[in-house]
């Protein structure tokens, strides 16, 4: 399979502790992509890179959480100090031209 | 916030044309439209997109209006497996950015019920 794959599918961390999430991209996109959603709501956008360069960052995108695209292919997404609030699920995506093609999402629960 | 409108939700009969309509009276003239779908508990599809010519793919046919100023999203003979939240998202091209503007704002979309 060469699509978008997140590892892990489901999280389920208790409030306070770090969570790390993992995006693997189609091999030959350059731009990655992720995206956070709760229920009922379309996916809202957190941070962009292309290649190993983040671009772009949301509001959304507090101080406890960080990304990074180390050699520009695979990315991963570090909460800090999880809150309930953060419970939703975490989509990437990934594109060379138009098109974005997403993964199957990280789902976070937190307690 | 989200450029478009679209119905909040829609019922379709299998076999038949599912017409998706969007609003978009604010695009400018360097956006084009998306369309995305979202089958539940999964990540979004990406669909088609076109800037102001009809397009048409394996997966559906994008009508824009000659103003622009909205657009009509049909899947040609729908089935059950058509069942999803269908978003109309207006952006810039992926090509004239230049690496900024990366991301899509979805509005809530359209959830279209396929029924036999």
């Known amino acids: 399979d060469t699509g978008v794959s997140q590892n892990p599918r489901h999280k389920i961390t208790k409030r306070g502790q770090n969570v790390t999430f993992r995006c693997d991209p189609i091999?030959?996109?350059?731009?990655l992509y992720w995206y956070r959603q709760t229920l009922g709501q379309g996916p809202e956008f957190l941070t962009y890179f292309q290649n190993e360069a983040q671009l772009e960052k949301s509001r959304l995108l507090s101080d406890r959480f960080s990304a990074e695209r180390p050699k520009g292919s695979f990315s991963t997404l570090e909460i800090q100090r999880t809150e309930q609030g953060d419970s939703a699920m975490y989509l990437c995506a990934s594109s060379l031209l138009e098109g974005q093609y997403f993964g199957p999402g990280t789902r976070l629960t937190v307690t | 916030d989200a450029k478009t409108t679209q119905p909040t939700s829609m019922d379709c009969a299998e076999g038949r044309a599912a017409n998706l309509p969007c609003n978009h009276s604010?695009?400018?003239?360097?956006?084009?439209v998306y369309w995305y779908r979202q089958i539940h508990s999964q990540g979004p599809q990406y669909i088609i997109h076109?800037?102001?010519n009809n397009e048409t793919n394996e997966m559906a046919s994008l009508i824009i209006t000659e103003d622009r100023k909205s657009s009509t999203l049909i899947l040609p003979h729908a089935t059950l497996r058509d069942t999803a939240v269908y978003y109309c998202i207006v952006r810039v091209a992926a090509m004239n950015y230049g690496g900024s503007q990366g991301n899509l704002i979805f509005g809530k979309g359209t959830k279209l019920s396929v029924k036999p």
């Open positions: 604010t695009i400018s003239g360097n956006e084009y």
């Open positions: 091999s030959e996109h350059n731009r």
């Open positions: 076109g800037l102001k």
